[in-house]
């Protein structure tokens, strides 16, 4: 079973930075495509940035200030967040699942199998 767990979340100011981590217990993201979601109260959980095999995909709202990279063990994706504005206040959530995925379908979080427990970002203005 794979088990994920994310860290790094925290309270920053506007314009700052800050990087989450997604680490998994059991297995390597070797083969497995890994994305950051987000989910503020009362709202679905959406979609932020994905890391398959072979590609990286981005949400509107967060690209050109996110990255997303996996470490070279295999068992650690990082979110890197630059630029961050109020409006990127969630608690972020890593997810994975076995194989690939499209610019839509990696938007979609019921393909993903595997999640954490969720790692809190606040972005104070």
């Known amino acids: 079973q794979v088990r994920l767990e994310e860290s790094g979340g925290g309270l920053v100011q506007a314009g700052g930075s800050l990087r989450v981590s997604c680490t998994s217990s059991?297995?390597?993201?070797?083969?497995?495509?890994v994305g950051w979601f987000r989910q503020t109260p009362g709202k679905g959980r959406e979609f932020v940035a994905s890391?398959?095999?072979?590609?990286?995909f981005y949400a509107d709202s967060v690209k050109g200030r996110f990255n997303i990279s996996r470490d070279n063990t295999g068992t650690a994706v990082y979110l890197q967040m630059s630029s961050l504005k109020p409006e990127d206040t969630a608690v972020y959530y890593c997810?994975?699942?076995?194989?690939?995925?499209?610019?839509?379908?990696?938007?979609?979080?019921?393909?993903?199998?595997?999640w954490g427990q969720g790692t809190s970002v606040t972005v104070s203005s």
């Open positions: 997810g994975s699942f076995a194989g690939y995925c499209t610019r839509i379908s990696c938007r979609d979080w019921r393909l993903y199998k595997n």
């Open positions: 059991g297995r390597t993201f070797s083969l497995n495509t």
């Open positions: 890391a398959s095999p072979s590609a990286t």
